[in-house]
T-cell receptor, first 116, second 112 residues
Framework: GAGVSQSPSNKVTEKGKDVELRCDPI?????LYWYRQSLGQGLEFLIY????????KSGLPSDRFSAERTGGSVSTLTIQRTQQEDSAVYLC??????????????FGQGTRLTVV | QKEVEQDPGPLSVPEGAIVSLNCTYSNSAFQYFMWYRQYSRKGPELLMYTYSSGNKEDGRFTAQVDKSSKYISLFIRDSQPSDSATYLC????????????FGQGTRLTINP
């Protein structure tokens, strides 16, 4: 497809279980971002992958959260030992690097995670 | 205190009205200012961006930035029911895509 693809679109998990969320960026986009959107908190930056550089993990809320990006394309966000406060919509975005309009971040539709 | 403050609303106006959405930010290092629109159950999409203080117009939409007061606005003229969505302001000290800091979003409803 032409846009950022995220899967699954919805995920319900039991407290304490691990979950993996997947993001397929737009082809040719070397930058990839994860954000979390929750009620009362708005959209929060989690992690940023830029080409082959070390990722910027400064937004990850705890060591239960981790992310990988394999082959410079698909990314997986993993949440271990999920807690109820992890319930949110997890959004992935991708962009080209550079200046001008091409650096616009395009968002996927998100994965709605519910921890019960 | 949040780095970006935005009134979450909700805001409800009649069709054809002029809508004003506002955000304030605290860090003068922010250099890029954006407005995203998010429909229900969808990801945000970039509506407008600006770099400098002043106004930027695109059709019925005008983005305004006042760096001296750290205040950004989005005006929607001749509002339409299709404009009903959540509007998020976003700022960043980097390029327009990197590490965006978002406001909470304002939920807007345009009533026919």
């Amino acid at each position: 497809g032409a846009g950022v693809s995220q899967s699954p679109s919805n995920k319900v998990t039991e407290k304490g279980k691990d979950v993996e969320l997947r993001c397929d960026p737009i082809s040719g986009h070397t930058a990839l971002y994860w954000y979390r959107q929750s009620l009362g908190q708005g959209l929060e930056f989690l992690i940023y992958f830029q080409g082959n550089s070390a990722p910027d993990k400064s937004g990850l809320p705890s060591d239960r959260f981790s992310a990988e990006r394999t082959g410079g394309s698909v990314s997986t966000l993993t949440i271990q030992r999920t807690q109820q406060e992890d319930s949110a919509v997890y959004l992935c975005a991708s962009s080209r690097l550079g200046t001008g309009r091409n650096t616009e971040a395009f968002f996927g539709q998100g994965t709605r995670l519910t921890v019960v | 205190q949040k780095e970006v403050e935005q009134d979450p609303g909700p805001l409800s106006v009649p069709e054809g009205a002029i809508v004003s959405l506002n955000c304030t930010y605290s860090n003068s290092a922010f250099q890029y200012f954006m407005w995203y629109r998010q429909y229900s159950r969808k990801g945000p999409e970039l509506l407008m961006y600006t770099y400098s203080s002043g106004n930027k117009e695109d059709g019925r939409f005008t983005a305004q930035v006042d760096k001296s007061s750290k205040y950004i606005s989005l005006f929607i003229r001749d509002s339409q029911p299709s404009d009903s969505a959540t509007y998020l302001c976003a700022v960043t000290p980097f390029s327009r895509a990197q590490k965006l800091v978002f406001g909470q979003g304002t939920r807007l409803t345009i009533n026919p």
